[in-house]
């Protein structure tokens, strides 16, 4: 599978996306427009190893709801990731059985690398 999970209203998705050239067999979700199910959460959980690591800490819901004084539970961040798009860490791309999570430049210049090995 060759996924990314983005928001197409946030100029940095769309910059890593134009960046990385993705071929034209990649499935672009808005997760705006269509949120993650529980499935596709799932699945990424099972190829990052957590909830937490998919979660931003940067949304500012995460902020406004003083979630950062609380102790948050692997359940809490699959909870808040499909109550609102804005908790999933973006953008995610799923290549296969990889998963490249979030817009460091480290992250996006491993998936570059993964692709250019494909």
Known sequence: MKKIYYLKICNTCLRIIKELNLPSDFVLQDIKEQGVTVK????????????????????KLYKEMDL???????RNYKHYILHHYTFLKRPVLLIDNHIFIGNSKKTVNAARQFLNEQ
């Open 40 to 59: 596709q959460l799932d699945e990424m959980q099972k190829l990052s190893g957590s909830y937490e690591s998919l979660f931003s800490k940067r949304a």
């Open 68 to 74: 950062k004084t609380q102790t948050l539970t692997e």
